[in-house]
């Protein structure tokens, strides 16, 4: 539908610019829907309009005469361009998330913005557009990505070093609704996955999953390949190409507080089924035959429905526990039995040293899980 001509008191002035019937002029942003008085200054009105009016085109990206002025380049959303072209190596899922988070930087008025012109101001009135429509763990996101990408356009010189108008901003709060899996808790849906022949896998994931650390992936990922020299070889999936954290962790590796030992657990994986897969279906199910692998998503609502058929009590306003917390149970558990150095390095979390390692060895060293003698 076309706009509504202007009355004939307000047809020479600039777009967004009224003027009463008492001479009284006022502005109206188009973006915000605000009005702002202006007083009777017809000269100063129309200056001050303007001047409003180029910076809202700008900020929608109509910035194309403003943008050769300025260099096209120095654009926000030309620079979000620059910056995924420049990102390799990464996992599909990785890069879709990367791209819906450029995508809503891009989108916004931000966006048109140069770079030189954003502010802190601007970055926080974008972020809390975000949390508004997005919440606040994907405005997190974004405000990170955003920091990427303005960090990225200051080392090849397109603003000032040691200006990220990002980092003096407000990061979101984020409530974590998700409830922690105590031992107990633990136990309670082990047994459960044990008490049904058909939900052994489920048992064993379980088990793998707390006395080594690892994520739900790198868990459905094991083979029995990976058992050799007294050891589980595990390259993480989560990192990029050769920086990949690579443990490799003891078959004699104890978990007292939980009654595991690695070596115990992987022999529990073998069954009378034949498959290379440390996780693998002992029945048929659905279209998947005894012996193939357990997709992680599969895993993840297997345990939930053991979890569920386990009656587990979650407190007003959480969420259950996921298969991800047996990990955030074994760097508790482990931190209490071994010390906090250790939890790190068998987690694979970054430190100073790890870091160096990957340095030195571009990645091709292997981190050895060390029990410390009396244990």
């Known amino acids: 539908m076309a706009a509504r001509p202007r009355s004939v008191r307000n047809r020479t002035l600039p777009p967004n610019l009224y003027q009463k019937k008492d001479g009284y002029f006022w502005f109206r942003n188009p973006i915000t829907k605000e009005t702002f008085g202006l007083g009777r200054n017809k000269e100063a009105a129309v200056s001050q309009a303007k001047t409003a009016n180029a910076d809202i ?20 959303s030309k620079w979000c361009d620059t910056y995924e072209e420049g990102l390799t190596g990464l996992k599909p899922n990785t890069m879709r998330s990367i791209r819906s988070q450029l995508a809503a930087i891009r989108d916004d008025e931000i966006g048109g913005m140069i770079l030189v012109h954003i502010a802190p101001r601007h970055v926080a009135e974008f ?14 996101k974004i405000r990170s990505r955003l920091r990427d990408v303005l960090r990225s356009a200051m080392e090849r010189g397109a603003i000032e070093v040691g200006k990220n108008p990002v980092e003096v901003t407000y990061k979101p709060k984020v409530e974590v ?5 105590t031992l107990d808790t633990y136990r309670a849906i082990l047994a459960e996955a044990r008490s049904h022949k058909s939900r052994q896998w489920v048992a064993n994931a379980m088990e793998l999953a707390l006395v080594t650390g690892q994520r739900l992936e790198d868990v459905c990922r ?33 978990l007292p507080a939980a ?3 690695l070596g115990d657990v992987v022999k529990k994986c073998r069954d009378r089924v034949v498959s290379k897969h440390l996780i693998h279906f ?65 987690l694979g979390h970054k430190s100073a040293a790890m870091t160096a390692v990957y340095r030195d060895s571009r990645g091709q060293d292997w981190t050895e899980i060390k029990i410390s003698n009396g244990i």
């Open 177 to 181: 609704k998700r409830s922690r899996l």
């Open 127 to 140: 972020i809390e557009r975000c949390e508004q429509a997005r919440g606040a763990p994907m405005a997190t």
């Open 222 to 254: 094991m083979s029995f390949d990976d058992v050799h020299d007294g050891f589980l070889w595990v390259e993480q999936t989560k990192g990029r190409g050769p920086n990949r954290p690579k443990l490799c962790i003891p078959l004699t590796l104890a």
């Open 57 to 76: 085109e700008r900020r929608r990206g109509d910035t194309s005469l403003l943008a050769r002025m300025d260099g096209g380049d120095s654009l926000l």
């Open 259 to 261: 009654g595991l030992v």
């Open 282 to 346: 002992s029945h048929a199910i659905s279209k998947a035959k005894p012996g193939a692998p357990a997709a992680p998503g599969t895993l993840s609502q297997a345990f939930k429905v053991a979890r569920n058929a386990a009656k587990i009590e979650t407190e007003k306003g959480r969420t259950p526990p996921t298969f991800h917390e047996l990990r955030s149970l074994a760097a508790r558990l482990y931190s209490d039995q071994y010390g906090k150095d250790f939890a790190q390095s068998l």
